[in-house]
């Protein structure tokens, strides 16, 4: 008989009708059912085939360890595959569809692999497959790859919505069974922050399952009031919450099933819970016994059977059996019975049951000391075939549906995922959760005990140590009366298979993995616990072995003649189940999944035409097409050639900055470069290189000396975040004596460069001092005025090999300036020019990026090894730059590559081989580091590094790549290509000045999305002064300076860093204004760096704020009051949180950030 529904009871909500397909079939359940519980009402017990044999299967366990009904949902164009059908609530609309099969669960082409059974025992494929080999790629691989896999994603782009948060709590409470309930209501009634999680969709674990007594209620009314309790003491309470991490420090990672419809879209939310104090009520899983076909539809645990009855009314037949090893088949015959199913027999293994009399007395059949051996039935249980153990005789009993017991695994798998192993509890013949750690206590079942008034126990204990620790004292705690169906005697005895069984028995349901496999690993060789899940693949289905695993021990200890505390347990590692790998990517998805900076111009670049890359976070300008350019090759070829005609305008604003002063700032960069940066004039520049430790180069650039103890430092963009760091390092790690100060200005300046032999005439045109080359020769940095008035920086730097210079101004004045010089240009033709072409001219020219330093190569192999100092005493890296190997001949060297041909091409990354040799590693004369069409040339070209390059000058060289089919003849030339250009050319001709405008606010700020309504709002917060404060040694120094200035009075003061201060103006106040206010009260030396332009304040108001930030921060806001302020990560992205108010917040975010951080902020306002 098929099973189906009693006609009353259960949990569910009958007035609640929902429709929902199945494989293409419609049919109704309704609200309270999950899609397995649904499916066994509607008579569908075959769910799934399983991995290797695609044997029939249906539900065995339940929950989120149930390895065999695995489904497919589908949303439109989503396919979310192997998701349990215990765990998908049942939703209407909700499509569905089974896996593993074809052409259809009910016919699976793929069961004929049971007959191959014989020669797919475990390891297989480790024994077969090995001849010929030739048939490897063209037949083995290909069938074993279409073979491999259960569910099918889908193809189109996942339309769902995924959100993370963080929180904070006293006390997280893992489960919310008797145990987990009372460590709750224990924590809470003293004050304490609660956050409590449960996996299922309404909690109360075993006490909604079961039949029990709590007091004057039943468990599912102990459990409502409970709820309400805690709901109304203000603790946290998460449904379809799956904790699934412990990590070091408190650290929790949990993931919740979100309905869309009442979360802004969301469909799952990862939450990172940091806790003081953690409670592991996670419960215990219930073991499958193993014996012949017990892998038939129809075979379900018995406490599966017993919460599907009990909860949503789920008739398992007509006829049912009971195989158990303990009390729990006993109370699920109690309940069939009680509902009016017939129970054919309870089948015991053992002699002495303490249950026997009672079953009698209710009119049970209990077979004390038999065992099922076999299953009868093909495609659903049949009749089950019983041997007892005394005589030996067998019975066949008519059955159609079997619930199985054999006892109960604590789940310690939390407890565990930091490397503990758990305890073996011989005598009961479990596993059991590791000392406490970390704040981690398990209680409950989860602990080892299984009787209601212990579990319940449990959780006021385990609650009041952590309120102990926590310094709390407990209010005093009544444990109510219970009453158990059970009795309250659970017990049961070890059977980890029965040895009588003939067929097949499964002790690793999904992979098929059955006992003789266990027995052949260890027959081979592979019995240790870690070789045997490997060989096998016990425990490496979805279940992750939650179901199998600990039979899977016992077995492997019988077959070693050993015990299961010598074979012991796999590694426990997060995630405690499959987590969506959407879920943990939460939001930074698209062009959203790093952050993204936009240099200062990037809304001028916009204006202009460009076209944007990804170059690591930045936006960067490609190239600018305009009409009758076919391509970027166009618009780059137009624009080099315009730069060496005439002029061109590029965005050099994302190069590294880093201010460096103090009476120190010249010794200390005598330290870290490999040239003397000590003997630099105030208001010069010079090329400078950076060592690692170990001798590579680690960055390029330029050293400017602004004034005595002032330097500014520029770095490549790929290595500004490398650089600072190292240089933060040497400060405070190497030197902490030097009196020297750093800090990052990147976002303080737009950067922009004039190169080509009009250049000087164009700077002329917007600076007010005289740029003549005389004035202002080359590798000079001065402050300049402009024509305008505004102050600015003026570099005479070129990386284009041309005429050219570096012109910085406020960030907020970029655009505005790069008009200005586009407007002085025009009679020179002058155009923007991008990355493109950028690249095109320093190649041409043989400059380096990071393609050419990559980290394995030193001065000398780029041909500057003169830049190393041999007069200096010493210098980062230099001890090891010494070393013998970094001195060979045979090293790579930079050379230039023409090809013979200029219609062959080259091509960065291809390697290097002499004419006529094999490609091979031995042969290998190195690679391709940058390669480009050079317009100037009508040719490709390359730098690359070549063994002895400076050597083979004129020699013909082969370029490989048998990736991309190239094998190009290149003649090996020098790196520079074009002849240096004259830069001390006089302007031809003088024009009128042009005046720049000079806004208050970029516009790449302005109109910064804020689409957050309430319960939240996002503004951009007034222009106001933002300092440094430089001078003052200690950070308390510099805070107890603040404060005589009167700075913190305002709260105006902000701790960003260590050893780093900054203190923020009023509105509408100026940088001067600022530092008139504070320098009177200042200490000697102090100074005060300008950051009003590298910073942006955005302000975060209403009662949603604290949803917002939680989205972003791990702050705790519940201790972060008005007034407080500190630097925390919003995402990936760096800011300066301040609490204003109760409930405004202001976040002070660099500059080339801000849009991204509001276009974040602005998302998550929608799911607050």
């Given at each position: 008989?098929?099973?189906?529904?009693?006609?009353?009871?259960?949990?569910?909500?009958?007035?609640?009708?929902?429709?929902?397909?199945?494989?293409?079939?419609?049919?109704?359940?309704?609200?309270?059912?999950?899609?397995?519980?649904?499916?066994?009402?509607?008579?569908?017990?075959?769910?799934?085939?399983?991995?290797?044999?695609?044997?029939?299967?249906?539900?065995?366990?339940?929950?989120?360890?149930?390895?065999?009904?695995?489904?497919?949902?589908?949303?439109?164009?989503?396919?979310?595959?192997?998701?349990?059908?215990?765990?998908?609530?049942?939703?209407?609309?909700?499509?569905?569809?089974?896996?593993?099969?074809?052409?259809?669960?009910?016919?699976?082409?793929?069961?004929?692999?049971?007959?191959?059974?014989?020669?797919?025992?475990?390891?297989?494929?480790?024994?077969?497959?090995?001849?010929?080999?030739?048939?490897?790629?063209?037949?083995?691989?290909?069938?074993?790859?279409?073979?491999?896999?259960?569910?099918?994603?889908?193809?189109?782009?996942?339309?769902?919505?995924?959100?993370?948060?963080?929180?904070?709590?006293?006390?997280?409470?893992?489960?919310?069974?008797?145990?987990?309930?009372?460590?709750?209501?224990?924590?809470?009634?003293?004050?304490?922050?609660?956050?409590?999680?449960?996996?299922?969709?309404?909690?109360?674990?075993?006490?909604?399952?079961?039949?029990?007594?709590?007091?004057?209620?039943?468990?599912?009314?102990?459990?409502?009031?409970?709820?309400?309790?805690?709901?109304?003491?203000?603790?946290?309470?998460?449904?379809?919450?799956?904790?699934?991490?412990?990590?070091?420090?408190?650290?929790?990672?949990?993931?919740?099933?979100?309905?869309?419809?009442?979360?802004?879209?969301?469909?799952?939310?990862?939450?990172?819970?940091?806790?003081?104090?953690?409670?592991?009520?996670?419960?215990?899983?219930?073991?499958?016994?193993?014996?012949?076909?017990?892998?038939?539809?129809?075979?379900?645990?018995?406490?599966?059977?017993?919460?599907?009855?009990?909860?949503?009314?789920?008739?398992?037949?007509?006829?049912?059996?009971?195989?158990?090893?303990?009390?729990?088949?006993?109370?699920?015959?109690?309940?069939?019975?009680?509902?009016?199913?017939?129970?054919?027999?309870?089948?015991?293994?053992?002699?002495?049951?303490?249950?026997?009399?009672?079953?009698?007395?209710?009119?049970?059949?209990?077979?004390?000391?038999?065992?099922?051996?076999?299953?009868?039935?093909?495609?659903?249980?049949?009749?089950?075939?019983?041997?007892?153990?005394?005589?030996?005789?067998?019975?066949?009993?008519?059955?159609?549906?079997?619930?199985?017991?054999?006892?109960?695994?604590?789940?310690?798998?939390?407890?565990?995922?930091?490397?503990?192993?758990?305890?073996?509890?011989?005598?009961?013949?479990?596993?059991?959760?590791?000392?406490?750690?970390?704040?981690?206590?398990?209680?409950?079942?989860?602990?080892?005990?299984?009787?209601?008034?212990?579990?319940?126990?449990?959780?006021?204990?385990?609650?009041?140590?952590?309120?102990?620790?926590?310094?709390?004292?407990?209010?005093?705690?009544?444990?109510?009366?219970?009453?158990?169906?059970?009795?309250?005697?659970?017990?049961?005895?070890?059977?980890?298979?029965?040895?009588?069984?003939?067929?097949?028995?499964?002790?690793?349901?999904?992979?098929?993995?059955?006992?003789?496999?266990?027995?052949?690993?260890?027959?081979?060789?592979?019995?240790?616990?870690?070789?045997?899940?490997?060989?096998?693949?016990?425990?490496?289905?979805?279940?992750?072995?939650?179901?199998?695993?600990?039979?899977?021990?016992?077995?492997?200890?019988?077959?070693?003649?050993?015990?299961?505390?010598?074979?012991?347990?796999?590694?426990?590692?997060?995630?405690?189940?499959?987590?969506?790998?959407?879920?943990?990517?939460?939001?930074?998805?698209?062009?959203?999944?790093?952050?993204?900076?936009?240099?200062?111009?990037?809304?001028?670049?916009?204006?202009?035409?460009?076209?944007?890359?990804?170059?690591?976070?930045?936006?960067?300008?490609?190239?600018?097409?305009?009409?009758?350019?076919?391509?970027?090759?166009?618009?780059?070829?137009?624009?080099?050639?315009?730069?060496?005609?005439?002029?061109?305008?590029?965005?050099?604003?994302?190069?590294?900055?880093?201010?460096?002063?103090?009476?120190?700032?010249?010794?200390?960069?005598?330290?870290?470069?490999?040239?003397?940066?000590?003997?630099?004039?105030?208001?010069?520049?010079?090329?400078?290189?950076?060592?690692?430790?170990?001798?590579?180069?680690?960055?390029?650039?330029?050293?400017?000396?602004?004034?005595?103890?002032?330097?500014?430092?520029?770095?490549?963009?790929?290595?500004?975040?490398?650089?600072?760091?190292?240089?933060?390092?040497?400060?405070?790690?190497?030197?902490?004596?030097?009196?020297?100060?750093?800090?990052?200005?990147?976002?303080?300046?737009?950067?922009?460069?004039?190169?080509?032999?009009?250049?000087?005439?164009?700077?002329?045109?917007?600076?007010?001092?005289?740029?003549?080359?005389?004035?202002?020769?080359?590798?000079?940095?001065?402050?300049?005025?402009?024509?305008?008035?505004?102050?600015?920086?003026?570099?005479?730097?070129?990386?284009?090999?041309?005429?050219?210079?570096?012109?910085?101004?406020?960030?907020?004045?970029?655009?505005?300036?790069?008009?200005a010089l586009l407007a002085a240009g025009e009679p020179f033709g002058a155009a923007p020019y991008g990355l493109e072409a950028l690249n095109v001219l320093r190649i041409e020219k043989g400059f380096l990026t990071h393609a050419e330093i990559d980290g394995r190569v030193t001065p000398g192999d780029l041909g500057l090894g003169k830049m190393v100092s041999a007069k200096k005493a010493d210098f980062i890296g230099r001890a090891m730059l010494a070393r013998e190997g970094m001195q060979r001949e045979d090293r790579g060297q930079?050379?230039?590559?023409?090809?013979?041909?200029?219609?062959?091409?080259?091509?960065?990354?291809?390697?290097?081989?002499?004419?006529?040799?094999?490609?091979?590693?031995?042969?290998?004369?190195?690679?391709?580091?940058?390669?480009?069409?050079?317009?100037?040339?009508?040719?490709?070209?390359?730098?690359?590094?070549?063994?002895?390059?400076?050597?083979?000058?004129?020699?013909?060289?082969?370029?490989?790549?048998?990736?991309?089919?190239?094998?190009?003849?290149?003649?090996?030339?020098?790196?520079?290509?074009?002849?240096?250009?004259?830069?001390?050319?006089?302007?031809?001709?003088?024009?009128?000045?042009?005046?720049?405008?000079?806004?208050?606010?970029?516009?790449?700020?302005?109109?910064?999305?804020?689409?957050?309504?309430?319960?939240?709002?996002?503004?951009?917060?007034?222009?106001?002064?933002?300092?440094?404060?430089?001078?003052?040694?200690?950070?308390?120094?510099?805070?107890?300076?603040?404060?005589?200035?009167?700075?913190?009075?305002?709260?105006?003061?902000?701790?960003?860093?260590?050893?780093?201060?900054?203190?923020?103006?009023?509105?509408?106040?100026?940088?001067?204004?600022?530092?008139?206010?504070?320098?009177?009260?200042?200490?000697?030396?102090?100074?005060?760096?300008?950051?009003?332009?590298?910073?942006?304040?955005?302000?975060?108001?209403?009662?949603?704020?604290?949803?917002?930030?939680?989205?972003?921060?791990?702050?705790?806001?519940?201790?972060?009051?008005?007034?407080?302020?500190?630097?925390?990560?919003?995402?990936?992205?760096?800011?300066?949180?301040?609490?204003?108010?109760?409930?405004?917040?202001?976040?002070?975010?660099?500059?080339?950030?801000?849009?991204?951080?509001?276009?974040?902020?602005?998302?998550?306002?929608?799911?607050?």
């Amino acid at each position: 008989m098929s099973s189906s529904r009693f006609s009353s009871g259960g949990l569910i909500d009958r007035s609640r009708t929902i429709s929902f397909s199945f494989d293409g079939r419609r049919l109704e359940g309704f609200a309270g059912d999950t899609l397995a519980s649904a499916l066994l009402a509607n008579g569908v017990r075959l769910m799934g085939r399983s991995f290797k044999y695609h044997r029939p299967r249906g539900l065995v366990s339940g929950g989120s360890s149930e390895p065999n009904a695995l489904v497919t949902v589908i949303d439109g164009g989503r396919r979310e595959p192997n998701l349990r059908a215990s765990m998908v609530e049942l939703r209407e609309g909700l499509t569905a569809e089974s896996q593993n099969r074809w052409p259809s669960l009910a016919t699976d082409v793929g069961a004929v692999n049971q007959l191959l059974s014989p020669f797919i025992g475990a390891g297989f494929y480790y024994k077969t497959f090995m001849w010929p080999a030739a048939l490897w790629e063209k037949f083995y691989e290909p069938v074993i790859r279409r073979a491999a896999g259960l569910g099918r994603a889908g193809h189109d782009p996942d339309t769902a919505r995924f959100d993370k948060r963080w929180a904070h709590c006293d006390l997280l409470v893992i489960g919310s069974g008797p145990a987990g309930l009372m460590a709750a209501l224990v924590a809470a009634r003293a004050g304490a922050r609660v956050m409590l999680c449960d996996e299922m969709a309404s909690p109360g674990g075993r006490l909604i399952r079961d039949r029990v007594e709590i007091g004057e209620t039943d468990g599912p009314g102990f459990v409502a009031d409970a709820v309400a309790e805690l709901e109304g003491l203000g603790a946290k309470l998460l449904t379809r919450t799956t904790v699934f991490g412990a990590y070091d420090s408190g650290v929790y990672g949990a993931v919740e099933r979100l309905d869309p419809a009442e979360a802004g879209g969301a469909n799952e939310r990862v939450w990172r819970v940091i806790a003081r104090r953690a409670v592991m009520a996670t419960g215990a899983e219930e073991r499958p016994l193993v014996f012949g076909n017990n892998d038939r539809p129809g075979v379900m645990t018995a406490s599966l059977m017993r919460g599907l009855a009990n909860g949503q009314a789920i008739n398992p037949g007509a006829r049912a059996a009971i195989f158990t090893t303990g009390s729990s088949g006993h109370e699920t015959a109690r309940d069939l019975k009680r509902l009016g199913v017939e129970v054919a027999a309870v089948i015991d293994c053992r002699q002495d049951i303490p249950e026997a009399d009672r079953a009698a007395s209710e009119g049970l059949r209990v077979l004390s000391g038999h065992l099922i051996t076999d299953v009868g039935g093909r495609g659903a249980v049949a009749a089950v075939h019983v041997l007892n153990t005394g005589n030996g005789r067998t019975e066949t009993v008519p059955v159609d549906s079997l619930a199985m017991s054999g006892g109960w695994s604590p789940v310690v798998h939390l407890s565990c995922q930091r490397g503990d192993r758990p305890a073996w509890d011989g005598e009961r013949g479990l596993f059991l959760p590791p000392a406490p750690r970390d704040g981690l206590e398990a209680a409950g079942a989860a602990n080892g005990s299984f009787d209601l008034a212990g579990c319940l126990a449990e959780g006021v204990a385990a609650a009041t140590r952590a309120l102990g620790a926590l310094g709390r004292k407990p209010k005093k705690t009544a444990l109510p009366a219970v009453r158990e169906a059970s009795g309250g005697t659970p017990g049961f005895a070890t059977l980890w298979h029965v040895k009588e069984a003939k067929a097949k028995a499964f002790v690793d349901f999904q992979n098929d993995v059955t006992v003789s496999d266990l027995g052949l690993a260890v027959r081979e060789g592979y019995g240790h616990v870690e070789l045997a899940k490997r060989y096998t693949t016990t425990g490496m289905a979805t279940d992750q072995g939650k179901t199998g695993n600990i039979n899977a021990i016992g077995i492997l200890a019988e077959a070693r003649g050993t015990t299961p505390d010598q074979v012991g347990t796999t590694t426990f590692r997060p995630f405690y189940t499959p987590v969506s790998i959407g879920a943990l990517a939460g939001q930074n998805v698209g062009s959203h999944y790093a952050p993204v900076r936009r240099s200062p111009l990037h809304h001028w670049a916009e204006r202009h035409g460009a076209v944007f890359i990804e170059a690591g976070q930045w936006l960067r300008a490609s190239h600018f097409p305009i009409e009758g350019d076919a391509g970027w090759k166009d618009a780059c070829d137009r624009e080099t050639l315009a730069v060496r005609a005439g002029v061109g305008i590029s965005d050099a604003s994302t190069l590294g900055k880093i201010d460096v002063s103090g009476a120190d700032a010249a010794a200390f960069l005598d330290r870290v470069y490999t040239g003397t940066m000590s003997t630099l004039a105030v208001g010069r520049a010079r090329y400078g290189l950076m060592l690692r430790e170990d001798g590579m180069l680690m960055d390029d650039g330029t050293a400017s000396r602004l004034a005595e103890d002032h330097y500014l430092v520029t770095t490549t963009t790929a290595a500004a975040g490398e650089v600072m760091a190292h240089l933060e390092f040497c400060s405070q790690a190497l030197w902490p004596e030097m009196d020297v100060n750093l800090a990052s200005v990147t976002d303080q300046w737009a950067q922009i460069t004039i190169a080509g032999p009009r250049a000087r005439e164009v700077v002329a045109r917007v600076v007010a001092e005289d740029v003549s080359d005389a004035s202002f020769p080359f590798m000079t940095a001065r402050p300049v005025t402009l024509h305008s008035g505004l102050e600015a920086r003026l570099f005479r730097i070129s990386f284009s090999g041309e005429l050219g210079y570096e012109l910085a101004v406020p960030f907020q004045h970029g655009e505005a300036v790069a008009d200005a010089l586009l407007a002085a240009g025009e009679p020179f033709g002058a155009a923007p020019y991008g990355l493109e072409a950028l690249n095109v001219l320093r190649i041409e020219k043989g400059f380096l990026t990071h393609a050419e330093i990559d980290g394995r190569v030193t001065p000398g192999d780029l041909g500057l090894g003169k830049m190393v100092s041999a007069k200096k005493a010493d210098f980062i890296g230099r001890a090891m730059l010494a070393r013998e190997g970094m001195q060979r001949e045979d090293r790579g060297q930079l050379v230039g590559l023409v090809p013979l041909k200029p219609t062959q091409r080259i091509l960065a990354g291809a390697h290097l081989l002499e004419v006529n040799a094999t490609p091979s590693m031995a042969n290998d004369q190195g690679h391709v580091a940058s390669a480009c069409w050079s317009p100037h040339l009508q040719s490709p070209i390359g730098l690359a590094m070549l063994k002895r390059g400076r050597d083979r000058h004129g020699e013909t060289i082969v370029v490989w790549d048998a990736v991309r089919g190239l094998e190009t003849e290149a003649r090996v030339v020098d790196p520079v290509f074009l002849p240096v250009a004259d830069a001390g050319i006089e302007p031809e001709r003088r024009l009128a000045p042009v005046m720049a405008v000079t806004p208050a606010v970029s516009m790449l700020l302005k109109d910064l999305p804020s689409s957050i309504e309430a319960p939240a709002r996002m503004e951009l917060l007034p222009s106001a002064p933002v300092a440094l404060l430089h001078g003052v040694r200690s950070p308390a120094a510099r805070l107890a300076a603040l404060a005589k200035a009167g700075a913190l009075g305002d709260g105006t003061a902000r701790v960003v860093a260590p050893g780093q201060v900054l203190a923020v103006g009023r509105a509408g106040e100026s940088f001067a204004d600022l530092g008139e206010r504070l320098a009177a009260d200042l200490p000697a030396g102090a100074r005060l760096l300008d950051l009003g332009g590298a910073r942006v304040r955005i302000g975060l108001s209403g009662a949603g704020a604290r949803g917002v930030i939680a989205q972003h921060s791990a702050i705790d806001l519940d201790v972060f009051g008005p007034g407080a302020s500190a630097p925390t990560l919003f995402g990936h992205v760096p800011v300066q949180l301040t609490a204003s108010g109760a409930d405004s917040y202001e976040v002070m975010v660099f500059s080339t950030y801000a849009r991204d951080l509001a276009e974040s902020l602005s998302r998550a306002g929608a799911s607050v």
